[in-house]
């Protein structure tokens, strides 16, 4: 009698137990160094999170809900694996019906792109230095000069630049150490009298391999290192 009722309790254990199993799973993710600003039941912040194996320029989408035992810092790029549980009822209706709980960091590294988070003035573009257009006043003339800028914003990987006549955006990657690609911007059309810094601006995108931040300048080389733009942070 006593055999059988413990062969009952474990088989009592072992269903209860794989009732757990079936009911949780485990996962991959990358998190952005940044949280987005989200609507959920109202204003919140969202983490940007990929389920790739590698990260994927413009792929993160927004996750709504909190990660259980993840001491999350902005600034670095976190490769975690994750538990996920199906939550008991009765579960609130404006609450997810989901429980997600940090098992193991896999990666934490400072992401590089927020360093170049900033807007820049350019220095120089191939043979142009300190290049600057006349403002647009209107019907006004001015001999006042605005300087050509560049705005890039690290956690979306995209940048938007006035090249004078016309503006410029697009986005752009990194690879490991300091590498950057920028990918074929959108520009607008316009035609004006002085366009030979927009096309220089146009000729040395695409041949900018790497970048180097210091002392307040950015720095963009081709791919034996000669610097084909500078920038100058304003902020």
């Not at 039941?41 to 999170?49: E, S, V």
Request: proline share 3%; hydrophobic share 40%.
């Amino acid at each position: 009698m006593k055999l059988l009722l413990l062969l009952f309790n474990l088989t009592i254990l072992a269903a209860s137990s794989c009732n757990k199993e079936d009911k949780s799973q485990t996962e991959t993710w990358w998190v952005n160094s940044a949280r987005m600003d989200c609507v959920g039941a109202g204003p919140m912040t969202c983490f940007q999170i990929q389920k790739s194996d590698e990260i994927e320029s413009g792929k993160w989408e927004l996750f709504y809900d909190e990660i259980q035992g993840f001491d999350y810092q902005p600034g670095y790029l976190y490769q975690i694996r994750i538990e996920i549980l199906k939550k008991s009822e009765p579960i609130p209706a404006d609450a997810s019906s989901m429980t997600f709980k940090l098992i193991e960091v896999l990666q934490k590294k400072a992401d590089q792109r927020l360093a170049l988070t900033n807007i820049w003035k350019i220095l120089h573009v191939g043979k142009f230095n300190n290049p600057t257009s006349v403002m647009n006043l209107g019907s006004l003339t001015s001999e006042n000069r605005s300087p050509f800028v560049f705005q890039f914003d690290g956690a979306l990987s995209t940048y938007f630049g006035d090249t004078g006549c016309n503006t410029v955006r697009g986005s752009f990657t990194l690879s490991d150490g300091n590498g950057i690609l920028f990918g074929k911007g959108a520009s607008t059309m316009k035609a004006c009298p002085d366009m030979e810094v927009e096309l220089e601006i146009q000729k040395v995108l695409p041949r900018i391999r790497s970048f180097e931040i210091e002392n307040g300048r950015l720095y963009l080389r081709d791919e034996g290192g000669q610097i084909l733009m500078s920038f100058q942070a304003v902020d």
